[in-house]
Every structure is written in C-alpha cells, then in structure tokens.
C-alpha cells in the first residue's frame, strides 16, 4: 500500500488538498487496480462468514440477551484466515464448464479484506420480514409458505439496493461527505494494510487495537455480568438509597438518571468517536430536556392529563392497569367493539406520547431540512449529475479506472424485485393489499435523499418504523382486510427502502476509499445477501419449530431467555395501529399530529436566522432539528443511563481531541473506536457460551451485584 499524503506539507497536490483534512489523514491515496479482488479464497472466507452470522442475527432478536455478530470480528479474522490460505493453498489453475480460476493468485491483498468485509456485512444480519412471518405463525397460526417468505425476503432487499440509485449521484462521490462509518472501518484497514509491510506506525497501531481490544474484553465481564453496578453509577441513590424521589431522579434504569454515569461500553459505543460533536451537543441537550426536565414535570409538575404509565411505553386502562390489548380482536382480525367499550378508551403513557409526537416531526423534518439547508449544494449536485461532470479530487480520479455500475443495472434490478412483489400480493399473500406496496415503495423514493445525506454528513441513522406504522394504519382503517401482521410486512417494505439503500451506499463508499471496483462491490452485496437470506429463513424456521410455545406464552422458558418480548411488543404496536386505528387510538391525543407542523417549520424557522445572521457565532445551520427531534423521541422508561457518560467521553474524543490533539487523534481515534466496539461484542459472545449458551449461570448476589437493586436504589 502506499502512504497517505502529509496535509500540513507545502508540497501536496492540489487534488489532494481539495479533500477534507479528515479523509487525507484516513485514506490511502495511491492504488494498484492490478490488484485481485474476485477470487476463490474471497468466495471460500464470505461464505464462511456469512453462514453463522445470519444464523445468529436471526435467532439472536427472539432472545432475551444475545452476543452480537461483529463485523470487526470478521473484519480482523478474514485478514489472517487470508493470509493464511495464501500460504497453504496450491498454485493451481481449476478449469470448469468453460470458466477457470486460481485457486491461489498470490498474495493475500487488504482489498480482499475489504471485499470479504463488505460480503459478510450484507449477508451476515437479520431481515426485518422474519417480522411479520414470525407474528403472523405465532399469533394467528398462518405459515407463510418457505418459497413466498424467501422471495419476500430478497425482494425487499433489493429494493432497497436500487432505489440507492436515487441517491447514489448525488451523494457518492461527493469528496467534502465524509462517511464518518466508512472512515473508520478504512482506517482499520490501513493498519492492517501498514502492519502486513512491516510499517512502524502500522505496527505499534495494530498493537494499540490488539491491547485496548483485550482490555475492553476483560473489562465488559464487570458490568455484564460480575459487577453490574458500574453499568449505571447512580451517585443520588448512593446518597439517599431509601428516598424514593432522590431515587427515581438518579437511577438510570427506570429513573430520570439525573449525574448518573455508566462505565459500560454498551451504553456508550463508538458513536462519542464517530459523530461529530455538534451532533453529540444536539443529541445530549435533548436528553436533558427529554430525560432531565420533561419527566419531572409530567410526575410533579402535572404536565400530562393521564398519570399512570410515564416510564413505560405499553397501553392502558384508565385506571392504570395494562390493557387488554388481545381480547380487542375478533376471530375475523377486526375491532371487538363490544370489548373496546367494555374496557373504554386506551390510554398512553405521557412519556411514550411525546415519543410519538416528535417522531413525527423528525420524519418531516428530515425532508425539510435538506430542502432548505442542502439546495445549494443539492443543486450543484444535480448540475453536476446532469452534466456527468467529474470530481477532481485524488480519490475520484484513482476510482476513475474503474467502471461505473450502469444505472440499468439498478432498474433490472428494481423490476425484478417490484414484479416478484406483486406477484405475493396479488395472489393475496403475506396479509396486506397489493396497492399498499405501491405506497409504501413511493414513501421510501422520497426520504432515501434527505436521510442519505444526513448519514453521509454525520453517521446518523434515522428510524422511521414508527410513522410506516402509523401511515399503513390510516391507509387501512376502513377497509374490510385488516391483518395486525400487515403493518410488519408494510414496515419492511417502506423501511428496507431506507436501510438498505443506506447500507448499499456506505459499503459503496466504504469501497471508494479502499479503491474496490464499484461493480466488484455491487456483486459482492447481491451475493452476501443470496447465502444470507436463506439462512435467515432457516434459523427463523428452527426458533418456531423448537422455540414457539415460549415465544408465543404457552409454556415459560425456564432460562428466561426465549421470551420473544421484541415481538411481542410488535404484537401490541400491531394491534394498535391496524386493529384499533389512529383514529381511534389518537381521538384522545389530538396534539400527537401537530409534530408534522412543527418538523415543518422549525427548520424555517431556523433557516431564516441563519440566512439573517450568516456569520453568527451560534452557528444556526448546525442546529439540526432532524437529529433533535429524532433523540427527543428517545424512550427513557427502561434506561437512562450513559448519555452523560457519552457527552463527556464525545467531548473528550471528537472536541479535545480533535482540536487539541489532532496528531495523536488522527492517528489513532478510528483504531481505537473500532477496538473498542469488537472487545465489547467478543466479551459479549464469551459470556454468553460461558454463562448462557446451556444452563444458565447467575453471577452470585454481592454488594456490586444487589438481589434488589444493582444500583443500589433500594427505594425504586
């Protein structure tokens, strides 16, 4: 590999000094296109990978507690499985059916690496139609027929990879988006890359991953599972552990968690190295008006007009009492009135009510935004598609030798996937209209855009299943077909239109900066996603054959962990949104659609300061009310902690650090924030095989490990 070009000489090439300092410190600017990436040992590791994971994604989201499937496990572990095939297979030539390859080309390359990466990162996950098929066989006893549920799957998949097409122009190639995710996997790889050349720094940085690795490894055995108390340090309980009020303000689990500070990775994560700090500011001021003020005015102030339920986010009775959710259904999936007016109204909890509320106005927000803020630079970005003009930036001429993916391929690709679609539904298969497909596929068209641009600029991730929910709800709420299972398979139709499409374009990017052939990548994706479909359906077929009567409440599990409480909150959701409808459900809560008003014109609101007071200190465009609102929709009832522990440790990383310290931290922020994600996801898997996998191993009750409190809030 070559080496990266020194920002601060005075000789670095024009093209080079175009770039963001952050990607010149990161990216390899030199390449080799020689370089194999297709290659039997690349096929042979991507299926190996590829298998366990989507096994373990799949079977992981029915279980209470799960160990994690880390792509910088698999990151690190194909590099030296590679090289070590590159050592022990023949140089041999194999001749089949017309077509050959080598079984050994030569030496293992960190494009491989990469390739292997991208592979095992599309295919080795879950697929959010296990969903729907899972709630439907559990619930209402319907199986999905296997060829039915395997082509759903894929369909939507590659849906969402084509309608990346959207934004693919505009957002890709784009030298000043920094991918801040793809960054910090290529900086992972440029070690690698250094360390195979005996380079110094390569060396000492991969001995830097390797040894904070370890120690977070070690480390994580404390809060998850010897010392939970340092998971959630609440200092005003240690002061007060009887008063129940003192309680309920510092506990992180199931309080306001008021100074509460965690030193568990899992409540931290690498996103204080990843975003930037505006977005950290954003996001930690809407927890402390969410978490901080908001709660204590509902539980003291008499802010809501429904008491009961502020920390949970389940339905109620007007008495407080949980709701019968599933006697509201009859044998024909229709509204029971005569039950609903037994039981009166259902109520939500004030808490889960503004969650709503302002996931709402995120939704909106995020469209807005980008029209207001982004049209500038969004129409010298379409000139420049129109135009086929080519960015002049070191990186898009190393790519320039590559081919293009054609845009056809992305159309073929749609065609093929809205065809199968319609096949399932117009033989009346998977529980929703035809014409519903149709909305959902044109809802997804319009956010891939705004939400794109947001990742590419910050590494945040909108979620939108909440407003998919409550569209498909309105949508149906008069038709005679209403099955709850319909808002699942509605959700992963409009959602994999977003999500995937996201992660087709990050993998892409991440391949620009690695110098992978964009069609190698296109492929590479298409290919994850064919092994890891199958198995998903595979490892969903295993959980309900050898798992249902636990999932669906017939018996308890006696390890507490095949309880499915992920879909059975998606039982309830779906039962509210399609059984009862919004109408119904939101009579008593008319302010809930008065956060599409205010996703709307809050970014006015605050562009036209920052066209008044361009040069203002305050910085008005860096006020993202997307990002705002989204963390303002954040749920606080189960846990509360780590946000405080997240700002101070973003501070340290992303503003000292980054200001002060910008030598070391480009140098080592990405490695570091990469260690510390896979020690945290390999302690994980080793406490669940020491500790779950078979009989369950309870850690002994001590004083770090209270029977009644581990934070030791006695009064909660």
């Known amino acids: 590999m070559g080496t990266k070009q020194d920002p601060n000489n005075d000789q670095v090439p024009s093209d080079v000094l175009v770039l963001p300092k952050i990607i010149q410190e990161t990216v390899d600017l030199t390449d080799d296109p020689s370089i194999q990436v297709f290659t039997f040992r690349y096929v042979l590791l991507s299926t190996l990978f590829i298998i366990p994971g989507a096994l373990i994604d799949t079977i992981n989201s029915y279980r209470t507690t ?17 090289k070590w095939l590159a050592k022990v297979l023949p140089h041999r030539r194999v001749e089949a059916f017309g077509f050959g390859f080598d079984l050994n080309p030569g030496p293992w390359s960190i494009k491989e690496t990469v390739m292997v990466t991208i592979t095992a990162n599309s295919g080795a996950t879950g697929n959010l139609a296990t969903n729907a098929v899972s709630l439907a066989e559990l619930y209402f006893d319907e199986t999905v027929h296997p060829a039915t549920a395997i082509l759903f799957m894929l369909s939507i998949v590659f849906v969402g990879y084509s309608y990346a097409a959207i934004a693919k122009g505009f957002l890709l190639y784009d030298p000043q988006l920094p991918w801040p995710g793809a960054l910090m996997q290529t900086a992972l790889f440029q070690t690698q890359a250094k360390s195979d050349t005996d380079s110094r720094d390569g060396s000492r940085q991969m001995r830097v991953f390797f040894m904070v690795m370890t120690g977070i490894t070690m480390w994580q055995f404390f809060p998850e599972f010897l010392f939970p108390l340092t998971s959630s340090l609440a200092v005003l309980c240690w002061m007060a552990p009887y008063n129940e009020t003192v309680n309920f303000i510092g506990s992180g689990m199931g309080g306001m968690g008021v100074l509460n500070l965690s030193l568990d990775w899992a409540n931290i994560t690498s996103s204080i190295m990843l975003y930037p700090y505006w977005i950290q500011v954003i996001k930690f001021v809407a927890f402390v008006l969410g978490a901080w003020i908001m709660i204590p005015l509902v539980k003291w102030g008499n802010l809501g007009t429904f008491e009961h339920g502020l920390m949970s986010n389940s339905l109620f009775l007007s008495n407080g009492t949980r709701y019968p959710v599933d006697e509201l259904l009859t044998a024909n999936l229709t509204l029971n009135t005569t039950a609903y007016q037994h039981y009166g109204p259902v109520n939500l909890g004030a808490q889960r009510a503004w969650n709503m509320f302002f996931d709402y106005a995120a939704y909106v927000s995020g469209i807005v935004w980008l029209v207001l803020f982004g049209y500038d630079k969004f129409r010298v970005s379409y000139n420049n598609f129109k135009t086929k003009t080519v960015f002049s930036d070191r990186l898009n001429k190393l790519n320039a030798c590559y081919e293009e993916v054609p845009r056809l391929w992305y159309v073929v690709l749609f065609a093929i996937s809205f065809m199968t679609l319609m096949v399932i539904f117009l033989s009346g298969q998977m529980f929703m209209p035809w014409w519903c497909v149709l909305v959902a596929l044109m809802m997804g068209s319009v956010i891939v ?24 709800g309105y949508m149906i709420q008069n038709y005679h077909y209403k099955h709850p299972a319909g808002a699942l398979v509605f959700g992963s139709v409009a959602g994999n239109a977003w999500y995937r499409a ?14 992978i052939p964009p069609k190698a990548v296109f492929f590479s994706q298409l290919y994850g996603e064919l092994i890891g479909v199958p198995i ?29 409480q992920s879909i059975q909150a998606m039982h309830t959701n779906a039962i509210q949104y399609v059984v009862l409808g919004p109408s119904i459900l939101f009579s008593r809560y008319p302010l809930l659609p008065y956060g599409f008003a205010l996703g709307l014109f809050a970014p006015i609101a605050l562009f036209m300061l920052h066209k008044k007071y361009p040069n203002s200190r305050m910085n008005f465009d860096l006020w993202n009310t997307t990002v705002f609102f989204s963390s303002m929709s954040t749920f606080y009832g189960n846990l509360s902690t780590g946000h405080l522990s997240k700002f101070i440790g973003g501070t340290v990383a992303m503003f000292w650090g980054f200001r002060y310290r910008h030598d070391v931290w480009k140098k080592y922020n990405y490695i570091l924030a990469a260690a510390l994600d896979t020690g945290y996801n390999l302690a994980i898997l080793l406490i669940f095989l020491l500790f779950s996998w078979g009989k369950q191993v309870d850690m002994p009750h001590w004083w770090g490990n209270n029977e009644k409190s581990v934070e030791r809030c006695f009064a909660m």
């Open 66 to 82: 799960s160990a994690a499937y880390s792509i910088f496990f698999v990151q690190i572990a194909c590099h030296w499985l590679g």
């Open 449 to 472: 855009t705004p939400l794109a641009w947001l990742y590419a600029l910050s590494n945040f991730q909108l979620a939108i299943g909440t407003f998919n929910e409550l569209v498909y």
């Open 502 to 515: 996201q992660h087709h374009l990050h993998c892409m990017r991440l391949g620009f900066y690695n110098h």
């Open 536 to 564: 998903n359906y595979l490892g969903l077929r295993w959980v309900l054959s050898t798992k249902k009567e636990y999932l669906n409440g017939t018996k308890i599990d006696p390890l507490h962990q095949w309880t499915g």
